[in-house]
């Protein structure tokens, strides 16, 4: 890739793949922009005219937008602390040498191989069900009144729901950060008198520091557009106690539909989320340099 | 403080006897070298004292106090990793305040030892900086000083300066030395280099697969060494073994004689040969010399320059005084 020639010939060739992916984000993109300022109603056909920033404004102004801004903090929040300190002491579990390791190792890693729809429907129909699930059955067995998770505590729920699928993400890249902290060093920090735990918070949490900025960074831009599991659970009920942003942008364009509504919505999505990149890149993002 | 006993120590991983139960006295004060090949265990005697692995069988004594089943950090000793181990996110001055820091020491007493750490070693101009940022020798220097502000009984290095270049290894051995005249702590270094272990001892301890082969003062070790594998493995460059006939004439299984015992002359001598290569060093010259008659290839050192090339004819003819003589079983015959 060093003459003139080399590098045209370079650009030539990666053109197309690079045309298509900028089409692929550009034209749903625009349109969504688009649609945003029309009002657009699928049960009002006809002429669809410009409105201008109405359609944000009623997103905006909507009651259920606030609930819904604080359910995904929420959501995010409650998953990225779940998981990174489970996914730390777990890491901390499966790097001890212990017999059958690499069948355990898999096992934990299994649930991340579970579709986000199977997952949630099996914690809503076997596990939280309060006549037939397991906890409810747990529950009667030592006497006490079921417990009905997902109307009662339905985002408690669907935090623990998606932080049993990320667990193992975060569990995996936290144990192989763990095994490449040299074990001289820890030797080293066990001869100047540090006992095990300080160890781990003088040692191994700061070693962990960089694989935790990925782990979050990642996690973060999945989480925020968790859809799949409150769909399946709670449609984002009872009222709007489970209704995410995500969710808010669906119930908007596809249960009222209103594609205008909805095209705001994601609009302002969009934005909270670059919002929320930029203070995590400013945050964390340090991290990374060093 | 710092008078180290060992009493039948051994250690087995699973099957494997890596040391059989052997004995070892280190006097308070003493500068102790474990040398050997790879894999001799010498590395595991100094975890082993170090607390760092468990003993299999026998006794460890600090100061006349069982350690056989204390806590590293309880033993009072320090030690110096190859890789140095230092704590990539701490600046210097708190890796070496690290101990002190896990021992409750009041601040006042840790900033005067730092102080006094990092002034012994140089370490002023760079107190503030992290390891990243450190040469290979200044970042050696900050382990030492980690070690040092422990005010330990004993100082224990694992092979401290293999990741050194040559220049730096040599500028560091002699700190190190300098560093244990002033201190007058006990310190066991562990190394396969013999001419560390030369250089620094008072004592070298010679390990062969977990057994020790001998225990002595370096020129001890060279004037006398106790059997082949010691006569071979001090020295550098190696002695000459000779087995077969030439050795038959002596009444014995190998006679070995040092580089630096044999003299050279282009008209007569003691074995006829020819010189293969000649490594001229200026201050020494080495002749690999062949086609001697005897069954090994012949390695002869002489002082200054010396003109002779490569295919010429020499005449080597051994100093009878310092030729060692050893028995079917390896073993000196005085």
């Known amino acids: 890739m060093s003459t003139q020639h080399s590098r045209s010939a370079a650009r030539l060739m990666i053109s197309p793949s690079v045309i298509l992916l900028l089409a692929w984000m550009i034209i749903p993109l625009s349109l969504t922009l688009y649609f945003s300022f029309l009002r657009y109603n699928l049960l009002m056909p006809g002429a669809n005219p410009f409105v201008g920033f109405e359609n944000y404004t009623y997103f905006l102004t ?9 359910n995904t903090l929420l959501l995010v ?53 309060p006549v037939n699930g397991l906890f409810a059955y747990m529950a009667k067995a030592v006497g006490l009144q079921p417990f009905d998770f997902l109307a009662v505590a339905p985002l408690a729920s669907i935090i623990v729901i998606v932080s049993w699928q990320w667990l193992p993400f975060a569990t995996l890249i936290l144990l192989t950060a763990m095994q490449s902290l040299d074990s001289e060093r820890l030797e080293a920090a ?23 900025t990925v782990v979050i960074l990642i996690q973060t831009i999945f989480l925020l557009s968790i859809f799949a599991e409150i769909l399946v659970t709670t449609n984002g009920g009872p009222g709007n106690a489970s209704t995410n942003l995500t969710y808010l942008v669906y119930a908007q364009s596809l249960l009222q539909f209103d594609v205008g509504g909805g095209s705001a919505g994601g609009v302002v999505a969009i934005i909270l989320a670059n919002i929320v990149a930029i203070f995590l890149m400013r945050m964390i993002g340090k991290n990374l340099d060093a | ?54 003993v299999s069988g026998g006794e460890i004594r600090i100061d ?32 070496i305040a690290f101990p002190l820091k896990m021992a409750g020491m009041p601040e006042e007493e840790q900033k005067r030892r730092i102080d006094n750490a990092a002034k012994i070693l140089n370490l002023t101009d760079y107190i503030d900086r992290r390891p990243g940022q450190l040469s290979g020798g200044q970042r050696q220097r900050v382990a030492i000083g980690r070690a040092i502000v422990r005010e330990p009984a004993a100082f224990l290095f694992d092979e401290p300066l293999s990741n050194l270049d040559a220049a730096l290894r040599v500028g560091m051995r002699l700190e190190i030395t300098e560093l244990h005249s002033r201190l007058k702590t006990t310190m066991i270094y562990v190394t396969h280099d013999q001419v560390e272990a030369m250089t620094m001892a008072d004592k070298i301890v010679v390990l062969r697969a977990g057994h020790i082969e001998q225990v002595g003062s370096p020129l001890e070790l060279y004037r006398t060494p106790r059997n082949v594998f010691v006569a071979g493995f001090i020295g550098s460059p190696k ?94 015959l005085s």
């Not at chain 2, 890789?83 to 708190?94: G, Q």
């Open chain 2, 239 to 332: 002695m000459n073994l000779i087995e077969g006939g030439e050795a038959g004439k002596h009444g014995c299984k190998t006679i070995g004689i040092r580089p630096e015992h044999i003299s050279v002359s282009p008209t007569e001598g003691m074995w006829k040969g020819r010189v293969g290569v000649s490594e001229h060093l200026g201050s020494d010259t080495f002749f690999y010399v062949h086609e001697t008659g005897l069954r090994e290839d012949m390695t002869v050192r002489v002082s200054g320059e010396v003109e002779m090339k490569s295919g010429d004819t020499v005449y080597l003819t051994p100093d009878m005084d310092k030729l060692h003589r050893f028995d079917d079983a390896g073993l000196r």
């Open chain 2, 64 to 95: 006349g106090q069982n350690a056989t089943e204390m806590p590293p950090a309880k033993r009072g000793l320090a030690m110096v990793f190859q890789s140095y181990a230092l704590y990539p996110h701490m600046t210097v001055r708190k890796n």
């Open chain 1, 77 to 129: 929040g409650g998953v990225l602390v779940i998981t990174i300190i489970g996914g730390v002491l777990l890491a901390l579990l499966l790097d001890q040498p212990m017999w059958g390791q690499g069948i355990v190792r898999i096992l934990v890693i299994a649930p991340f191989f579970v579709m986000p729809t199977v997952s949630a429907l099996v914690w809503k129909n076997m596990f939280m069900n």
């Open chain 2, 1 to 54: 403080m710092g008078r180290i006993t060992l009493d039948k120590v051994a250690k087995r991983f699973g099957e494997v006897e890596v040391i059989p139960p052997l004995d070892l006295t280190i006097e308070d004060g003493e500068f102790v070298v474990f040398v050997g090949p790879s894999g001799c265990g010498k590395s595991t005697l100094l975890r082993l004292i170090a607390g760092l692995e468990d």
């Open chain 1, 62 to 70: 909507d009651p259920a937008f606030f609930t819904a801004l604080t």
């Open chain 1, 190 to 212: 066990e001869m100047d008198g540090a006992g095990p735990f300080a160890r781990f918070f003088y040692m191994v949490v700061p070693h962990l520091s960089r694989a935790i």
